[in-house]
């Protein structure tokens, strides 16, 4: 069983930032492909940013320039650094593991950010 835990949200203004941290654990040899997703009230999921096993990263265009994902294989974590935030950035953030043919999904965070 691999587990994944989300943790860094909060209640921020606009402006200021946070970092979500992921914490894998459980069968893991390898962080493999991660991701981080976001989902707010009445919107569908989408990916925000993910880095593969070779450190590529990939940005959703809504925050391109103001978050990054890095990962810690030694410590198996996956961090986002979120930069400028706006409100629209306010969700429940998501960190996913896509190992062979399976997705493994953490718990969720919530960030607010205020106006």
């Known amino acids: 069983q691999v587990q994944l835990v989300e943790s860094g949200g909060g209640l921020v203004q606009a402006g200021g930032s946070l970092r979500l941290t992921c914490a894998a654990s459980?069968?893991?040899?390898?962080?493999?492909?991660m991701s981080w997703y976001r989902q707010a009230p009445g919107k569908q999921r989408e990916l925000v940013a993910d880095?593969?096993?070779?450190?590529?990263?990939n940005y959703a265009e809504s925050v391109k320039g103001r978050f990054t994902i890095a990962r810690d294989n030694a410590k198996n974590t996956v961090y986002l650094q979120m930069n400028s935030l706006k409100p629209e950035d306010t969700a429940v953030y998501y960190c996913?593991?896509?190992?062979?043919?399976?997705?493994?999904w953490g718990q969720g965070t919530q960030v607010t950010v205020s106006s």
């Open positions: 880095i593969t096993r070779d450190g590529s990263t």
């Open positions: 996913k593991m896509t190992r062979s043919i399976f997705d493994y």
């Open positions: 459980g069968s893991i040899f390898s962080l493999n492909h």
